[in-house]
T-cell receptor
Framework: GNSVTQMEGPVTLSEEAFLTINCTYT??????LFWYVQYPGEGLQLLLK?????DKGSNKGFEATYRKETTSFHLEKGSVQVSDSAVYFC??????????FGGGTRVLVKP | DAMVIQNPRYQVTQFGKPVTLSCSQT?????MYWYQQKSSQAPKLLFH???????NEADTPDNFQSRRPNTSFCFLDIRSPGLGDTAMYLC??????????????FGPGTRLTVL
């Protein structure tokens, strides 16, 4: 079956530091890949997505590249802010529009 | 603004006492989903409706039911909540399930506590 594995948190950073969250997946076929962000007490928001190999998704300074050869979709941001503190979920979409999520990575950015 | 609304945001119920969670949408989307998210875990799909067609996930307990009386509203009914049903329940919608129409839009969630 499909699965998503992402690095466990929490990840604690200082403001303006570089952020990387690793995500790898197992799936049949060619899934679409997503990063969602969940701020405290809120639902999920789509951060970025990529629908085919070598696509790069980007939004709000975050980037992730769909790497078919390594089955990865790592999230990066060059300079984080306190407002980036949240839980980040990597996910893949299979047939029937079903999302499979990774376990989530909590990121805490300190001033 | 078009959006996905969940009520209530917080719900406390007693062990075994039926509870209903509500989701409404102004996006006029065809598909509505319910996810369960336990503390520090990933969201897990319980079921979804495509229009009036109900699609249950194989491992969703029978204790969980859903109703969709019209396009805008979808309800999650937990017939006899157990302590293990304490979780955040997320509603999501999408226009369709294929191609460019499958992005899911999530509501803010209802945090359910079973005592």
């Amino acid at each position: 079956g499909n699965s998503v594995t992402q690095m466990e948190g929490p990840v604690t950073l200082s403001e303006e530091a570089f952020l990387t969250i690793n995500c790898t997946y197992t799936a049949t076929g060619y899934p679409s890949l997503f990063w969602y962000v969940q701020y405290p007490g809120e639902g999920l928001q789509l951060l970025l997505k990529a629908t085919k190999a070598d696509d790069k998704g980007s939004n709000k300074g975050f980037e992730a590249t769909y790497r078919k050869e390594t089955t990865s979709f790592h999230l990066e941001k060059g300079s984080v802010q306190v407002s980036d503190s949240a839980v980040y979920f990597c996910a893949l979409r299979a047939a029937g529009n079903k999302l499979t999520f990774g376990g989530g990575t909590r990121v805490l950015v300190k001033p | 603004d078009a959006m996905v609304i969940q009520n209530p945001r917080y719900q406390v119920t007693q062990f075994g006492k039926p509870v209903t969670l509500s989701c409404s949408q102004t996006l006029n989307h065809n598909v509505m989903y319910w996810y369960q998210q336990k503390s520090s875990q990933a969201p897990k799909l319980l079921f979804h409706y495509y229009d009036k067609d109900f699609n249950n996930e194989a491992d969703t307990p029978d204790n969980f039911q859903s109703r969709r009386p019209n396009t805008s509203f979808c309800f999650l009914d937990i017939r006899s909540p157990g302590l293990g049903d304490t979780a955040m329940y997320l509603c999501a919608t999408s226009r369709g399930t294929g191609g460019v129409y499958n992005e899911q839009f999530f509501g803010p969630g209802t945090r359910l506590t079973v005592l």
